[in-house]
């Protein structure tokens, strides 16, 4: 739909697409997911470091660190998606939408200190060696598979949503490694050497990293503004181009606004005269310092505005 606009007191005439994408996708109710999986993981990493101390298991109190870090960023990410809902004000226009992209960050920074720690302990570990017993740390791990699976079952049906599909992927990564830890433990139990459990540890925190990494690398996407990887912005430019009356496209610009929502704003070059948007430009510039603008002018009252 064609829209007269101006922009930077250009005197060509515009047309103007402006639209958020996402309003049928926005963030799903998860709050009795987020309570029950807060709540069971809090629990099992109460018992998982209690038993990985007392028996001597770096493997299973690594394992335990890395499940408390989950815990907070359940609480993050529940967090931020309640503030996401709340609705657009004067100050905050967009509501608190981009609080997932912060929460996404901020989890991604939780489990690089998580790394560091478990680090620091399993190196302080392997100067002062202590046979675990292995069998208690294949039960208590076992327990932690039921527990991060189920959990991860929560979360399957939000994978649209970097905020849920952290969530998803931190307990479906934890069943996995509490698998391995399970492994490790019948394999010191029949075998009687002690090192396997520091190395495995170190697996597990190979295996923290590597998902950290991908994390980290689509939070700051988001935090960086950059376009979805979803949307192809040059079929975004190929598809405005290709309407009618549209000669020309430019100062397009797709970013996210929450882990969910995208926008946009574009400048179409079309037949006719922008001299009031060109004046509602200048005045912006001038009185309130406002250097990029894109208007959107409509005969009617917005049925679905943003």
Known sequence: MGHGHAHHGHDH???????????????KDFGSAFILAIILNSGFVVVEAAFGFAYGSMALVADAGHNLSDVLALLLAWGASVAAKRAPSERFTYGFKSSTILAAIANAVLLVVAIGAILFETAHRAFQPYEPQGMIMAIVAGIGILINAGTAMLFLRGQEDLNIRGAYLHMAADALVSAGVVVAGLAIYFSGLWWIDPVVSIAIVAMIAWGTWGLAKDSLKLGMLAVPAR???????????????????HDLHIWPISTTETALTAHLVMPGTDAFLAQVSDSLRTRFGIGHTTIQVEAEPCEQCC
């Open 13 to 27: 005439g515009h047309g103007h697409d402006h639209g958020h994408a996402g309003h049928s996708h926005a963030p």
């Open 231 to 249: 949307i192809d912005a040059g079929e975004v430019r190929a598809h405005l181009g290709s309407l009618e009356g549209v000669r020309d496209v």
